[in-house]
């Protein structure tokens, strides 16, 4: 299992000039690469492979004039930028043939130096390493120094050095574990109901309000943003608004997953199995509650139920989102009509009253039981419903169909029509020709013989 560990990363002036050198030129042979890909396709030349890719935009470039400083970085980073973008052109290949599944990938596009994020990559060929004192050895930067807010597993196999938008930078390593970190058995499971009122409704009756950082920093967001455009364009003052600006949403951002890993990971050790919808949230992001579908950060959280479950031993799925967990009644499982989002509780005709999404968690929790082949027994699925007596009731002289009467002798044959057929009443029985079965048995198979069936 692989894992990701992030720490903050504290570099000094000369250091993040480095940084920076490194940045651009791994942004350099990414464009290149992808452009001298471009270029042949558009002459009708073969694709160019890896090998000699990397020779063309590395090797060959770093003789030229144009290209000499790609030789004051690490030659590990410009490898892993080509690498990335062989990545994302697999990636396109797949998804366009049909092997990946899911949303449709796009081609690559070029990077951007005024793009707030920049990233390069490390691997154990460039002989990276974790020193005595705490901080970490990168080359051709220096010894950079490391907040260790916990000690890592195991030996890293990689490391991406990240600067964000507001201009911190972080060094995330890529640690492999051999086994997993079971935690004891839980008695207990749950099923979770997302939603935007509340963001997490479970199946025991339990609801977790929706924290809405966004919609509680919007003012704030707002004014900083008012004073990015008062500002000339390509002014010092500029740039330095839009970096309060951006460490106003970077605090949003932190502030939020710092909650959502508290919440999955409470999550994870109170319950054996969970449960949650799979919602679509990029459908969802596309309607009048957009900016509050992207504040909740489902997408997010369900990822970090599924890792941890994963990690800790425990069982975790997603319920077809097309389950009418919120019309169907949890204990009948009679499903009614359309259902307005205003109405929060209603009453089925059995005689249970229902919130309507406590109602919506225990559907996901029967559902997520019925698929997983380790459920323990419980019954998932709703039992038999006595109909209503006016329902029950059959006329003798009610209207049958024809086509009917005719698949069943086609289906049957002559003989077992006969043998089904009800036998005449005995000798001195009281029974009117009108309500005799066999009467109406025999009108049926002669409307049936002499009628024509209706075409389409």
């Not at 004039?65 to 396109?92: C, H, I, K, M, P």
């Not at 509340?198 to 609801?207: E, I």
Request: hydrophobic share 35%; aromatic share 6%; net charge positive.
């Amino acid at each position: 299992m692989q894992l990701r560990y992030k720490y903050r990363l504290y570099p000094d002036t000369a250091q993040q000039e480095a940084l920076a050198r490194a940045f651009g030129c791994a942004r350099v042979v990414f464009n290149d690469g992808l452009h001298a890909r471009q270029q042949a396709r558009a002459e009708g030349l073969p694709y160019i492979s890896d090998g000699d890719l990397s020779k063309q935009v590395i090797t060959r470039a770093k003789a030229t004039t144009e290209r000499a400083w790609l030789g004051d970085v690490s030659s590990v980073v410009l490898q892993q930028a080509l690498a990335d973008l062989n990545t994302a052109y697999r990636n396109f290949f797949a998804s366009v043939t049909g092997k990946r599944k899911g949303r449709r990938v796009a081609p690559p596009r070029f990077r951007s130096r005024k793009n707030g994020r920049q990233a390069i990559r490390f691997t154990r060929n460039s002989k990276f390493k974790v020193l005595g004192n705490g901080r970490l050895r990168l080359p051709k930067v220096g010894d950079v120094e490391v907040r260790w807010s916990r000690g890592l597993p195991s030996e890293a196999s990689s490391v991406t050095v990240i600067r964000d938008a507001a201009g911190r930078y972080f060094a995330s390593f890529v640690v492999h574990t051999a086994h997993e970190e079971p935690l004891p058995p839980a008695d207990s499971e749950v099923g979770i109901d997302l939603g935007l009122t509340h963001f997490a409704v479970m199946s025991d009756g339990t609801k977790i309000a929706a924290p809405k950082f966004l919609r509680r920093a919007a003012r704030k967001l707002k004014l900083l943003q008012q004073a990015v455009s008062r500002k000339q364009r390509g002014s010092q003052n500029r740039k330095k608004a839009v970096l309060k600006l951006a460490s106003a949403h970077v605090r949003v951002a932190d502030t939020r997953r710092d909650w959502q890993h508290k919440l999955s990971t409470t999550l994870i050790r109170e319950n054996q199995a969970v449960y949650v919808e799979d919602l679509c949230v990029a459908g969802l992001g596309r309607t009048r509650l957009a900016k509050s579908v992207h504040d909740a950060g489902w997408a997010a959280f369900t990822a970090m139920l599924e890792y941890k479950a994963s990690r800790y031993g425990r069982t975790f799925a997603r319920v077809n989102r097309f389950l009418p967990s919120t019309k169907m009644c949890s204990d009948c499982g009679r499903i009614t009509g359309t259902m307005a989002l205003n109405v929060r509780a209603w009453s089925c005709p059995c005689g249970s009253t229902h919130d309507r999404d406590v109602n919506a968690g225990k559907n996901v929790l029967a559902a997520g039981q019925a698929d997983n082949p380790n459920d323990r027994g419980a019954q998932v699925r709703p039992g038999l419903v006595p109909a209503p007596r006016s329902e029950t009731v059959t006329h003798p002289d009610a209207a049958r169909s024809t086509h009917s009467v005719e698949g069943i002798s086609a289906l049957l044959g002559e003989e077992d029509v006969k043998a089904t057929s009800p036998s005449p009443p005995p000798a001195g029985s009281r029974i009117s020709p009108a309500s005799a079965p066999w009467t109406s048995t025999a009108r049926w198979s002669a409307s049936a013989t002499t009628r024509p069936r209706p075409t389409r």
